[in-house]
């Protein structure tokens, strides 16, 4: 028996991947990601600001309204799936989020339903609150959650964030059992609490933490994700769908052809009316077009 000082790098990789293929997760992996969203490209659904948040301007119905138009120019421009988050609810809380934004977002969210019934819907509730994200996906049907520190622990503008994947994945068992897990590895905004090699941190999300699917950000909203950094993920897990979280534009694409999604909000927007960022339709299909074309779907 090696350990773990004796074994050289290249061959912990075949360990974690003897271990990964090996160990019966009943999880997503490449081919279910591809039955269930078609088209590899999540749109985001940034809502604006929700009550009792800082930039909250007292009508839940605009803020609902401005989701559905956002969602029906991403289904205009060919999306294949949504994701809805408290985007502009600045500054977030660390995990627990308030009964009220819990309650705004499951009527928006259920409101996107409604709308687009057969799109594929995910939601996030930053910064890192998966219970309440399970909460809403069981109350309005959805099919997957991000969570962005799913486990370890990473140094934020919120302080420290620490994974609770026990708790989590229990609760998912409980609520919302068919509800996919998709996790940040290294989550933007962030940074580890103590320097791990990349493999590693990979295998403990899928392997131990059970993510059902893995993003891969740049530094920051908006930001590139680095290339190398999916590269080292896909060796590590090759049958898990790896997704690009920030920092998508059709110029940059073919930098990430090996990843198995695109979650895209930033570059498909467009300044609306009263100054308010919008989805642009036109954009999406840029968009949705070059992946097509790359990917072959």
Known sequence: MYSIFQ?????????????????????????????????PVIGMIHLRALPGSPGWDSDLTSVMNAAIADADALV?????????????????????????TVASMTRIAAAVRDRHPSMPLGINVLRNDAESALSIAAAVDANYVRVNVLCGAVVTDQGLIEGDAAEVLRLREQIAKDVAIWADLRVKH????AERPL???????????????????????????????????????????????????????????????????????????????????????????????????
């Open 7 to 39: 074994i050289k790098s290249s061959q912990l990789l075949q360990v974690v991947i003897r271990a990964v293929k090996s160990y019966n997760f009943n999880m997503w992996n490449t081919t279910n990601f591809k039955k269930q969203i078609g088209m």
């Open 190 to 193: 962030a940074a580890p609490l």
């Open 76 to 100: 205009e421009g060919g999306v294949g799936a949504f994701m809805l988050e408290n985007y502009n609810d600045v500054p977030f809380f660390r995990t627990k989020v308030p009964p009220v």
């Open 199 to 297: 493999i590693d941190e990979a295998g403990d999300l899928r392997l131990r933490a059970k993510a059902d699917a893995v993003i891969i950000s740049g530094s920051s909203t908006g930001a590139k994700a680095d290339s190398s950094e999916l590269s080292i993920a896909r060796e590590a897990l090759p049958d898990c769908p790896l997704l690009i979280g920030s920092g998508m534009d059709c110029e940059n694409l073919n930098e990430f052809s090996d990843a198995d999604g695109f979650i895209v909000g930033s570059s498909l927007k467009s300044t609306g009316p009263f100054g308010y960022p919008v989805v642009d339709a036109e954009k999406v299909f840029n968009f949705v077009a070059a992946v097509r074309k790359l990917k072959k779907v």
